[in-house]
């Protein structure tokens, strides 16, 4: 395997320290980043990519060597392995880098961290993992005449061939085999993933956005046992549901979150959890959603399984249409008003589903106006990931505007309609809500000009005072309306 590596001269040379990609330079891996960049941006090369697979390995990832917004500066790099490799040029070794990724990606990262004397990689051909890699390096440099620094299993091999093995990230079972080599041990210092880094990956704080499955029970005013045992659990699968598909979307915007100011800290983005391990969280949550809703009902499973599709759907091509994006996403948060009355059996009101889309369509415009006020402020050129211009500031904004006050008119539409006398004894009470949603939606506007509002507005309003004490109000107003 020809490789700049095997041009070094290493004659009189202190021993060189050769040094993991994957997993070890940095907290991810290629392979994953890759597959799902291409299939973010052509889903339809699903197909070419699984016949490439029939190839190999190595044909694979040639097949994926090349996406489109692959920026090595952004990668997760391990601050112990950097520092390890300074420490090494400080001391006059050669250092080097070996992976099982391909030779195009591996070649970047080098020049771009400036620090490898050489470097070895997987090609069209061969695929540079496990007993190819030791071959290798043996070849190259002599066995137990370099140190190895690597992460998992594939790096065994490698580690038998080393004078002296780094670890980092090592799982127990890997650990524990590397204890019986001939040969020095350094495991290096990591940061281990807690609890709350894994609640952060599933977003549960954004589970308070399923509660919109309640409403249903609520403004039919059924609040029997059964009605609301029913709703706990369609509560339940829509978050785990919904779970695995923030994750499904956080592996395609890998790319994307890294260069932005908050989603930076993700962690699979971060390089906080490994990638194999939420892609083997998405089946897990998504089987165990299916479970729990079709111990609901039938119906309700049909519900949950349209919004999986819908929203994964948006993860790989809605969210890069212009205008489409936002009505998929007033669609993503009524069909959670939709679920919770096929749950509860509940006849849903048109007049409840019409004010949903409209008072929703506004919160994802003013997600739109908000990132691109981010992106304004900061200088940065027109998204890539999204169809639009940092110059539609101002047109979003209206549109905002014009579908939150749709909502308002919707609801006075209500109010005054025949329908609303069958369930409440004292209607016009509930008119005192319609000013406390005209201050809402203007409030929430002129807070996001002021970029004051998060990223996600839902989720701003959650946490925001006067949004929950404006709840309060209304939930008061509509009980004394009964």
Not at 15 to 33: F, M, Q
Not at 255 to 276: F, S, V
């Amino acid at each position: 395997m020809e490789t700049y590596a095997d041009k070094a001269v290493l004659e009189g040379k202190k021993r060189p320290l050769v040094v993991d990609l994957d997993g070890t330079l940095i907290a991810s891996d290629l392979l994953i980043e890759t597959a799902f960049s291409e299939l973010g941006q052509r889903p339809h090369s699903l197909v070419e990519i699984l016949a490439a697979l029939k190839r190999g390995k190595a044909a694979v990832k040639h097949r994926l060597c090349e996406p489109i917004d692959f920026d090595p500066s952004t990668l997760p790099y391990d601050p112990e392995v950097l520092a390890l490799i300074q420490q090494a040029k400080a001391e006059g070794r050669q250092v080097y880098l070996a992976s099982a990724s391909h030779e195009k990606l591996v070649g970047r990262i080098a020049d771009h961290l400036g620090a490898f004397d050489g470097w070895f990689a997987t090609n069209a051909t061969a695929n540079l993992a496990g007993e190819k890699k030791a071959k290798k390096l043996v070849e190259v440099f002599g066995e137990k005449s370099f140190d190895y620094v690597g992460n998992d299993a594939a790096d065994l091999p490698v580690w038998q061939k080393a004078a002296k093995a780094f670890a980092i990230r090592a799982p127990a079972g890997v650990r524990k085999k590397l204890v019986g080599r001939d040969g020095e041990i350094e495991h290096l210092p990591h940061t281990r993933p807690t609890w709350r880094t894994w609640a952060r990956m599933l977003r549960v704080h954004q589970y308070a956005k399923n509660a919109l499955i309640f409403v249903p029970l609520l403004t039919s005013h059924l609040l029997t046992a059964g009605a609301i045992a029913h709703a706990l659990m369609a509560f339940v699968a829509f978050s785990l549901c919904a779970s695995s598909v923030y994750i499904l979307n956080d592996l395609v915007d890998l790319q994307d979150d890294r260069r932005h100011r908050t989603k930076c800290n993700r962690p699979l983005a971060c390089g906080a959890i490994p990638l194999m391990h939420g892609l083997i969280a998405i089946p897990l949550l998504f089987l165990s959603a299916i479970a729990l809703a079709s111990a609901v009902s039938l119906s309700f499973l049909g519900v949950l399984l349209g919004y999986f599709a819908l929203t994964t759907a948006y993860s790989f091509a809605l969210k890069r249409m212009m205008i489409v994006d936002v009505i998929t996403l007033a669609g993503l948060y009524s069909a959670r008003v939709f679920g919770g009355a096929v749950a509860t059996s509940v006849v849903i009101s048109e007049w409840l589903l019409a004010f949903c889309m409209m008072i929703f369509m506004s919160l994802a415009l003013i997600k739109r106006y908000v990132e691109l006020a981010g992106r304004r402020d900061a200088n940065l050129p027109d998204p890539t990931s999204r169809d639009y211009k940092n110059s539609d500031l101002d047109i979003v904004a209206a549109l905002a505007a014009g579908a939150g006050f749709n909502a308002v008119t919707i609801f006075t539409l209500y109010i005054s309609s025949d329908a609303v006398n069958q369930l409440y004894t004292r209607p016009q009470i509930l008119w005192l809500v319609g000013p406390l949603l005209m201050y809402w939606i203007a409030r929430i506007l002129m807070l996001a000009s002021r970029r004051l509002v998060d990223d996600d507005p839902v989720v701003f309003a959650i946490k925001d005072k006067v949004s929950l004490g404006i709840v309060g109000l209304t939930a008061l107003f509509i009980v004394a309306a009964i």
